[in-house]
């Protein structure tokens, strides 16, 4: 009993402020300052923030498209260069393959601001500023080391006899790969995928520095609400809520896979 | 668990297609080149991400700023500069203060929760399956959303409190109110992190142990001590080192709930990184902030994971 009170607790702690951004979002604008818990619900800051006729030029949706093309575009080129990484680091041991698998986890581990500022001046030069390509390009860093790490762990719990067994009834290697393991491996790419594309959704700095309008996404969009001198709280509220939408709704879908996607495959479910 | 484990036996195809396949030999040097094809693309775009960081790590010998057009090679200067500034001493120390505790408070809350979600009551079944939700947000979204709450007037945080007179606290407008804010705010985030882990490796361990304990007539304390804790304590110093090591390079919260104020109080190395190099257009000296702390996340990752290894290692050991 008494732990159930505290989980109680906790959760509380864990789910007021969501309860409270939903609150704060159905206020109309004239109720934000005066009365806390009764208002009149209304639509009108998600209408405002998902509309065109926002006051301050906040182009909202137009960023949250843009967080879905970035993120998806990693994702998918991740798993291209991704998977047959992971399967050879999975399968061979080879000079060099301890050091650049530890390269990559480096990544998850540097900071962000490191690479950013000659990324930075890079972008300028090559045009690449505030571009899709070179939001791809950069959120990589983000992705790829996951996709290497996870779907290695994955590949290396399946038996070498799998393939073994598939070249002895006459596949190619390639026809191996392609029809006994990649299947077998589906629900963790799937779910790879989806956490990848969570991390990348909710990078913040990358966009920050390497976007300005054009390829700006809603991480750095949502904080936009916020400046001015009398911040609309109903709206600042709106654009965090939808775009949280969209991880919380994949990490409900992938939720037994998450542990071993957090740890990067240091710890299996 | 292989975080420093390889995976894979000796030098050799670990699978065939190497010496034992009988079917369509391959010739010896394609099959050993065909690990290094298949990684090929990961390595050129590792090379990609490199090229910039060594780019600026070679910046970082310049006077490089927006001020100066033609920078001068000034060698080590920018990192002489740095390590002599009492700023940068105060930043490292605030980093240090908000990464220790950030991780502190994260795995005792999160160890907690798992304890207490593995007694697995009904309730706790329910409470389960939200567990992540906070996790799932950018942190930058959770900061904004705790910034809202946290408005010295209008907030919510400060209403609720008023009954029990806390009312008027202006939770960011003072230097120590700043840090505790964002460190909750860290908090709020990432305990799941560390709750989810630790869950899953209670739900690992053996039954055995635990049930010779009850047998024996165990109490709680002593099982946890004696039992859970060393047993469990592989899985929770994974999630520590992934808390540590990130809240030292901590930014978005920062940014969106302080943006490193009130004065200097909250600014971190990485937002004093951008500072210098974003703001203030100094970009070489930007960079030598962010290379110094790369330099210390990569030495102290180093250490603990040459300790998390050893720690895997000795676990593996004990007999299940």
Redesign the interface.
Request: net charge neutral; proline share 6%; aromatic share 16%.
């Given at each position: 009993m008494a732990?159930?009170g505290?989980?109680?607790v906790?959760?509380v702690?864990?789910?007021f402020?969501?309860v409270?951004?939903v609150i704060?979002s159905l206020k109309p604008t004239n109720e934000?300052?005066s009365t806390?818990f009764s208002f009149t619900p209304t639509l009108d800051a998600y209408r405002t923030v998902l509309g065109a006729g926002d006051d301050r030029g906040v182009p909202f949706p137009r960023f949250f498209v843009n967080s879905l093309i970035v993120s998806v575009g990693a994702v998918a080129l991740s798993l291209?260069?991704?998977l047959?990484?992971a399967?050879?680091?999975?399968?061979?041991?080879?000079r060099g393959?301890?050091n650049?698998m530890f390269?990559?986890l480096?990544?998850r581990?540097?900071?962000?601001?490191?690479?950013i500022?000659?990324?930075f001046?890079?972008y300028q030069k090559l045009g690449l500023f505030d571009t899709y390509v070179g939001m791809v390009?950069v959120l990589?860093?983000v992705t790829?080391p996951l996709i290497?790490w996870i779907m290695?762990?994955y590949f290396?719990d399946l038996s070498?006899e799998l393939?073994?067994a598939a070249?002895?009834d006459?596949y190619?290697?390639k026809q191996?790969f392609f029809r006994v393991v990649l299947p077998l491996v589906k629900p963790g790419i799937a779910a790879v995928s989806l956490l990848a594309f969570?991390f990348a959704?909710?990078?913040?700095?990358f966009p920050?520095?390497l976007t300005s309008s054009n390829a700006q996404t809603v991480?750095v969009g949502?904080?936009s609400f916020?400046g001015g001198d009398r911040p609309k709280?109903n709206l600042?509220?709106a654009a965090?809520l939808i775009?949280?939408v969209p991880?919380?709704l994949?990490?409900?879908t992938i939720?037994r896979y998450?542990?071993r996607g957090?740890?990067?495959?240091?710890?299996?479910? | 668990m292989a975080l420093t484990t390889p995976p894979a036996p000796p030098d050799r195809p670990a699978v065939p297609g190497g010496e034992t396949a009988p079917v369509r030999p391959v010739p010896g040097w394609r099959r050993s080149l065909r690990p290094y094809l298949l990684i090929v693309p990961a390595l050129l775009l590792t090379g990609g991400i490199l090229y910039p960081f060594g780019l600026g790590l070679y910046y970082t010998l310049f006077d490089f700023a927006a001020s100066k057009p033609r920078p001068d090679l000034v060698g080590v200067e920018n990192y002489r500069r740095i390590l002599s500034q009492s700023s940068f001493w105060e930043s490292a120390r605030v980093t240090v203060l908000y990464a220790v505790g950030a991780a502190a408070v994260e795995t005792v809350l999160g160890v907690s929760v798992a304890l207490l979600l593995h007694r697995a009551s009904r309730v706790g079944r329910v409470l389960e399956k939200i567990l992540i939700l906070p996790l799932m947000i950018a942190p930058v979204i959770a900061a904004i959303m705790w910034k809202l709450m946290l408005q010295p007037s209008v907030g919510v945080v400060n209403h609720l409190l008023e009954p029990v007179g806390l009312g008027g606290v202006q939770w960011t407008d003072t230097p120590a109110g700043a840090l505790l804010s964002s460190i909750a705010v860290d908090v709020w985030v990432y305990t799941p992190f560390v709750a989810v882990l630790a869950l899953a490796g209670l739900r690992s361990l053996p039954v055995s142990p635990f049930e010779a304990a009850a047998v024996d007539g165990a109490g709680w304390w002593f099982t946890f001590r004696r039992l859970t804790l060393p047993m469990l304590w592989p899985y929770v110093l994974v999630a520590v080192i992934f808390r540590f090591m990130d809240s030292l390079k901590v930014f978005d919260i920062i940014y969106a709930l302080t943006e490193g104020g009130p004065g200097d109080s909250t600014v971190v190395l990485q937002i004093r990184a951008y500072l210098e190099a974003i703001r203030f257009q100094r970009y070489s000296f930007g960079i030598s902030y962010m290379i110094v702390l790369w330099a210390v996340v990569y030495l102290v990752t180093m250490v603990l994971v040459r300790y998390l290894g050893r720690i895997q290692n000795r676990a593996a050991e004990v007999p299940k």
């Open positions: 732990a159930d505290a989980l109680i906790y959760f702690f864990a789910l402020p969501v409270w951004m704060l934000l300052f806390y291209v260069i991704g047959p990484a399967y050879a680091a999975a399968r061979w041991r080879f393959s301890e650049l390269t990559l480096s990544f581990f540097a900071p962000e601001l490191t690479v500022i000659p990324l001046v890079l390009w990589q860093l790829l290497v290695r762990s290396s070498p393939e073994q070249l002895l006459g190619t290697r191996a969570i959704w909710n990078n913040f700095v920050l520095i991480t949502a904080l916020l709280y600042t509220a965090a775009s949280a991880p919380l994949l990490a409900l939720q998450l542990v957090l740890s990067f495959g240091a710890v299996k479910s | -």
